[in-house]
């Protein structure tokens, strides 16, 4: 549905007040006050998006049946749910359906214009903003950010009659605000993504690389032998230039060999941001021969979006995520979910749309013209695109995050670039007064998706360190509360490694004045970690190196797809929610791990990923074991390959 907003310049009159019938059913708050300018009103006649959230019914019982599944010392380990089951775990009842429709009936609104969607999580009426306004005792103005320029629309507060106080989550637009299309700017809190520049080779760097790749496995060569102490030229050039070689060594990965049909690895691109098929195959000519030309991803293109790109309209994030995806799930394949946006930049909820139907009119912003439910989802989906939790109404964050639940239920994981601006807002300051409150990730605070940093080599025989060009993100969430599943290596984190700050203990956004700059008891990431600067990668016709945890995460995506490819040769299922297991493994498995113990996030922030950070201070540093930099560490794929594949047995002893 398209909308119209007018605005009016002058209230249209005022409003009845709350009365002992009606409760303030939520307030904006001081983060929010400070955030946004409030503007002119909204005209009474003006067409508005309506939408009335509903509690989701079971949220506690199917967080815990998420985390008994994905729990490795569970008898029910693996046992997925069906998309059905999900769907009905969390439908609202319907006499509380009836409640609220009988309530806007009673307010002038007809029945027709009111529509529940199918899993009776969310109600979308068709309405004017003076209708609404009544029903709710509130007046709606326009309030623009001071950070983006874009405009709102919202109100300071709303009421609801007590009888709905516990039934209705939250409405929007209400504090709660709505995007609005009434000036022409693209909002600089959007969503984005992560990569670094791409820093092209010299003809020079160029032949020395070649070279190089030709003396290793991938170019026909030999495989090193780790008794030789003399490092072979395809592994001397590590240091400098990450190749799928460098990577293979050093986490220990072989060729792959699987190609189950079900298995594809997910690829999430957005923002315009689109491959080069003709790029592909220059990097599969220069550094992974065994793969042919014209080896590229299923395309499922959401909302209109298209690919692949010609090499002068290339997306350098697009290239880096199947540069490092592919060289190591090969003959294995990839699904491209390449999603179009629209005015709202709503990427990750139109992405959420056309892989769940039913997630469709719980999308505030999701309207009848774009895809519902037109794919399917892969087991394992790589993301490098994500924006600061402080721009993200913590309503909003909950219901987003429980769409990463839901796809953890039934059996998929969900592999997420952690961000390169340390502890700091890529695109705006620090939070507080005195910004230097530290900025989370919006969808890697969520605790049920994994979380991965970035490293960076000084020589494939040396250590990982912290990425040093950029910090890569990592910190607690201010909305989310720590999970039980992290919480003896977080707790043992800050008992045995005190970052030296003070520190607050909030939830949903809420932080309070003057007691410190993190919140020790959200939700801490990265989860894990792997190499994250320096990478090659083929972009607009030329070689060139680039980086960033966006390089990072299909790494890690890449390998958990060839783990459930093992899993399901063997009869199991997917690895689906991940993080309970590693952690456990962690814990258990010694080696399973490079554990990554030098570096910090003294960079980031919004002049520049390179600068120092925006915060004002080193942000987190690495040290043994979990940290809010690497996360457990980096991977040993072999290690875990035994660990999941063997899983329920060894956990059955």
Sequence with gaps: MKTTLLIASLAAGALALPSDTHTVHQRRNLVQDARFEKRSAVAAQAKIPFEIALKQGNLQAAERKLYDISNPRSANYGKHLSKEEVVNMFAADDKSIDSVKQWLVSQGINEKDIYVNPTKTWITVDTTAGVVEKALKTRYHVYRSTTSGQDHIGSEEYSLPNHLVDIVDFVRPGPSMTKVNSRDTKPAKSPAAIGEPVRKLNQDQLKNVQDAIKSGPGGGGQ??????????????????????????????????????????????????????????????????????????????LINGATAPNSPENAGGESLLDFDMAYPIIYPQGTTLFQVKPDQYYNIFGDFLSAIDGDYCNQDPYWNKHKMCGKFEPTNVISVSYGGPEDATDPQGAHRQCNEFMKLGLMGITAVVASGDAGVSNRAGYCQGPHHDIFVADDLCSCPYITAVGSTVISAIDKPETATESFSSGGG????????????????????????????????????????????????????????????LVAVGGSLGLSGGTSMSAPIVAAILNRINEKRLSVGKGPIGFANPALYLMAAHSKGAFNDVTVGNQALGGVFSDRGYSACGNNGFSCVEGWDPVSGLGTPVYDKWEAFFLHLEESMAQ
Aim: hydrophobic letters at 30%; aromatic letters at 12%; charged letters at 15%.
């Design 223 to 300: 495989a090193h032998d780790a008794n030789n102490s003399t490092l072979p030229p395809y592994l001397q050039i590590c240091g400098q230039v990450v190749t799928p070689d460098c990577i293979s060594y050093l986490y220990k990965i072989p060729k792959a060999t699987g190609t189950n049909s079900t298995n594809r690895l997910g690829i999430y691109e957005s923002i315009g941001d689109v491959y080069s098929q003709e790029d592909l195959d220059l990097f599969y000519k220069t550094a992974a021969p065994y793969i042919p030309a014209g080896t590229g991803p299923t395309l499922d």
């Design 476 to 535: 607690f969430s201010n909305i989310f509360t720590r999970p039980e599943w992290q919480d003896a290596s977080v707790s043992h984190y800050l008992l045995r490694h005190n970052p030296g700050y003070f520190a607050y203990n909030t939830s949903d956004g809420k932080i309070p004045d003057n007691e410190g700059i993190y919140n020790r008891g959200g939700r801490g990431y990265p989860d894990v970690a792997a190499l994250g600067d320096n990478g």
